[in-house]
C-alpha cells in the first residue's frame, strides 16, 4: 500500500511517503521518496475471463511476507 504526498512544482507530482506491507502492516523504510529495502510490488488488472472484470488490484509486500507466501507454494518459485 502506497501512501503519496503532493509536491507543487511546475508540474504537480507525486511523492511515495510511506510503503506499508499488505499482510503485516509494517512500513517499508524510505528515504527521500525511494525505498530503502526490497520488496514485492503487484498491479493487477482482472481481464474479463475472470469474475472481476476490469477490477484493479494493487498491492505491496514486504521481503518477509513474500517469503512466508512463496513457502506455501506446492511448485517453487523458478528462476
Ligand atoms: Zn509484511
Known sequence: M???EMIETRE???????IICNKC??????EKGEPRAD???V???????????NQVDVFD???ECYD???ATFVI???E
Open 2 to 4: 502506497r501512501q503519496y
Open 12 to 18: 504537480t507530482q507525486r511523492k511515495i511517503k510511506k
Open 25 to 30: 502492516g509494517r512500513e517499508i523504510p524510505t
Open 39 to 41: 520488496f514485492l510490488s
Open 43 to 53: 498491479e493487477k488488472r482482472w481481464g474479463y475471463f475472470s469474475e472481476k472484470d
Open 61 to 63: 509486500l514486504c521481503e
Open 68 to 70: 512466508a507466501l512463496v
Open 76 to 78: 517453487p518459485v523458478g
